[in-house]
Nanobody, 121 residues
Framework: VQLQAFGGGLVQPGGSLSLSCAAS????????MAWYRQAPGKERVLVAV????????NLADFAKGRFTISRDNDKNTVYLRMNSLRPEDTAIYFC???????????????WGQGTLVTVSS
């Protein structure tokens, strides 16, 4: 199983960025998908979760109104669209797959390798 996240980079405050996570080696549509992030010197935190079909989504408070999680089961890919980025959004962003909403929030079965997002002027 491989989860490959990409799309990170340097963006100015107030800018936007879209992350993608391509999955292989698993039945993607069977898994809840999530994005986490880990800022320098801090613990990894949950950013967003979506269910197997993509019709249900949940965002961390800091992400509400700015970030959107979506998925395309035909492409085995989950996305994170980030708008109005702030310096405090700087972190490594990871995608993760879990069997259900509890599992993906607490003990994901699979992790991607992470992609770095830097928000700076």
């Amino acid at each position: 199983v491989q989860l490959q996240a990409f799309g990170g980079g340097l963006v100015q405050p107030g800018g936007s960025l879209s992350l993608s996570c391509a999955a292989s080696g698993l039945t993607f549509s069977n898994y809840y998908m999530a994005w986490y992030r880990q800022a320098p010197g801090k613990e990894r935190v949950l950013v967003a979760v979506t269910n197997t079909g993509g019709g249900w989504r949940n965002l961390a408070d800091f992400a509400k109104g700015r970030f959107t999680i979506s998925r395309d089961n035909d492409k085995n890919t989950v996305y994170l669209r980030m708008n109005s980025l702030r310096p405090e959004d700087t972190a490594i962003y990871f995608c993760a797959a879990g069997d259900n909403t509890i599992a993906v929030r607490n003990r994901p079965r699979y992790w991607g390798q992470g992609t770095l997002v830097t928000v700076s002027s």
